[in-house]
């Protein structure tokens, strides 16, 4: 076995790598976060502080579990994974905002940028948390726990019924600051 | 059973195996390296993170496959006559090592992997877990064969002092 082959199996298919994402038509941006999509605004966590002081909607993209676990004072649960069935019972609420933010775990996550593309496709925008709520949680902010009963009773009941007194305050305005 | 191994027909067979395995599996990667990059960044091993510029995954995003598919068709060259075998399949191997470190530590971190990125890059892919692993193993037996028990020259049995 002679190493310099090795190296040059190796080096000479990097070489090949590099240069076929190149000339590739839907390359990749080498430096550039891969989950980015055309359209994203991705805010640092200090600018979501700033926005939920001023009674921005945020929008938890984690699954259900996690944002009963914790999540961001005041935000809904929009989970990717259950998109359809949560954005019905959101949606009058979404169309009646224009700051909105969505976030889910951190770097590694792409729930808030699918989520973010899907409201897009809907014509709703929503901002998204560079660092979601690891950072978040770094940063001191307050959090919440807990599942809110009012939106227990909405989800489990099916239908929302229409003009429902939007529950609690949890998923309706801005918590007050915790 | 080492004799066996040591048979050019066999290294031949497992040789072809594995190089239709690496190349199948470059084939997706190649096509949409976006889609396999995001696949990187699940794994959480390379970032990006607070520390780690996406640059890191990207990089590994985008080079892997064309190893893969160097070493892989090498393989298949080697099914004809040795192009490079022993060095390609050592390059397979390596990889397979990698591979399997990757998913026992999102297993272990309880990172749920619905597609590991190996062939298929959309919802069909294979889930990781330990059937992965076991698969992964199998093909790193295969490559291990390859790399470090060279077929003698063809003679009758029993000549056990033919150099390594």
């Excluded at chain 1, 259950?82 to 951190?106: H, I, K, M, T």
Aim: charged letters at 20%; aromatic letters at 8%; proline letters at 7%.
């Amino acid at each position: 076995m002679k190493p310099l082959r090795i190296a040059l199996i190796v080096l000479g298919g990097a070489a090949a790598g590099l240069a076929g994402n190149a000339v590739h038509p839907t390359g990749l941006e080498l430096g550039r976060n891969a989950f980015l999509r055309q359209g994203d605004e991705v805010i640092p966590v200090a600018e979501a502080k700033v926005r939920h002081e001023r009674g921005a909607l945020f929008l938890d993209a984690r699954g259900r579990m996690f944002w009963e676990m914790a999540r961001i004072p005041g935000s809904v649960n929009l989970p990717d994974e259950d998109f359809d069935r949560a954005f019905a019972a959101l949606e009058p609420q979404l169309r009646a905002r224009f700051d909105l933010v969505v976030y889910c775990s951190g770097y590694g996550c792409e729930a808030s940028h699918k989520v973010a593309e899907r409201l897009r496709d809907k014509g709703i925008h929503a901002a998204i948390v560079e660092e979601g709520f690891p950072a978040w949680q770094d940063a001191g902010y307050p959090t919440e726990q807990g599942a809110p009963i009012g939106f227990w009773r909405r989800d489990e009941l099916g239908a929302s019924p229409a003009g429902a007194p939007s529950g609690n305050a949890t998923s309706s305005a801005p918590a007050p600051p915790a | 059973m080492i004799e066996l191994l040591r048979r050019e027909p066999v290294h031949r067979v497992l040789s072809l195996v594995l190089g239709v395995v690496f190349v199948f599996a470059s084939h997706d990667k190649i096509l949409d390296p976006v889609a396999f990059a995001r696949i990187v960044y699940y794994y959480r091993l390379l970032g990006p993170n607070a520390e780690i510029p996406p640059f890191v995954a990207n990089a590994w995003a985008v080079t892997l496959p064309w190893i893969e598919l160097v070493a892989g068709g090498l393989l298949i060259l080697g099914t004809g006559r040795d192009v490079w075998r022993r060095e390609a399949a050592a390059v397979c191997g390596a990889l397979l090592v990698i591979f399997i470190a990757a998913v026992g530590y999102a297993m272990a971190q309880g990172i749920d992997l619905r597609n590991c990125g190996c062939f298929s890059l959309d919802g069909e892919g294979r889930s990781a877990g330990l059937m992965l692993i076991a698969g992964d193993l199998g093909l790193l037996a295969m490559a291990a064969v390859l790399a470090l028990l060279p077929p003698r020259p063809a003679q009758g049995k029993g000549g056990a002092q033919s150099p390594s």
